[in-house]
Antibody, heavy 122, light 106 residues
């Protein structure tokens, strides 16, 4: 059973950089799946941030692309998110998730972390 | 950018059938995935690739996709089905979620 666990600071100052890590257990990050970040502002819907493949290839939401960096550490079986120049609008629960491509590209997210709340405030 | 439109809320009587729609331009040409999110919890995949159920999801959950509308159908609705439901597709290597639908079981 694959499990994902987000970790990182729960409070980030405005104009700073949000940094989160997602540890993968019960499976290899080098499997044929993509690994994504999704966020959810309080009381609002889901927003896809971006994804990474174990090769290092990435895709990002065009609305966030200039501020997003996603990286992978295969030796630690984890991947990370950095979001720069944050404002209060970036306050959200951040989830990491696995995109299952067993049946082809553009699969659904079959495993999710429990989510971590990141608040942007001084 | 590609947009998905969902009704804000849907109500269903206990034991009846609920249908939640997801509209998008020619969405029938895309793979649609559906998620259930209960209060304070992470989303759970309930339908993938239009109409497939992951292991552990009851047969009461089904999906269809044609033209400009995809539909999640929940048969014999139970109190435990009360949740927010989101549709999701991929467009030009970008993940896109619908705005979400709150399902109320009366």
């Amino acid at each position: 059973q694959v499990q994902l666990q987000e970790s990182g600071p729960g409070l980030v100052k405005p104009s700073g950089t949000l940094s989160l890590t997602c540890a993968v257990s019960g499976g290899s990050i080098s499997s044929s799946n993509w690994w994504s970040w999704v966020r959810q502002p309080p009381g609002k819907g889901l927003e896809w941030i971006g994804e990474i493949y174990h090769s290092g290839s990435t895709n990002s939401n065009p609305s966030l692309k200039s501020r997003v960096t996603i990286s992978v550490d295969k030796s630690k079986n984890q991947f990370s998110l950095k979001l720069s120049s944050v404002t209060a609008a970036d306050t959200a629960v951040y989830y990491c998730a696995r995109e299952n491509v067993t049946y082809g590209p553009e699969g659904g997210f079959d495993y999710w972390g429990q989510g971590t709340l990141v608040t942007v405030s001084s | 950018s590609y947009e998905l439109t969902q009704p804000l809320s849907v109500s269903v009587a206990l034991g009846q059938t609920a249908r939640i729609t997801c509209g998008g331009n020619n969405i029938g040409s895309k793979n649609v995935h559906w998620y259930q999110q209960k209060s304070g919890q992470a989303p759970v995949l309930v339908i993938y690739r239009d109409s497939n159920r992951p292991s552990g999801i009851p047969e009461r959950f089904s999906g269809s996709n044609s033209g400009n509308t995809a539909t999640l159908t929940i048969s014999r609705a139970q109190a435990g089905d009360e949740a927010d439901y989101y549709c999701q597709v991929w467009d030009s290597s970008t993940g896109v979620f619908g705005g979400g639908t709150k399902l109320t079981v009366l």
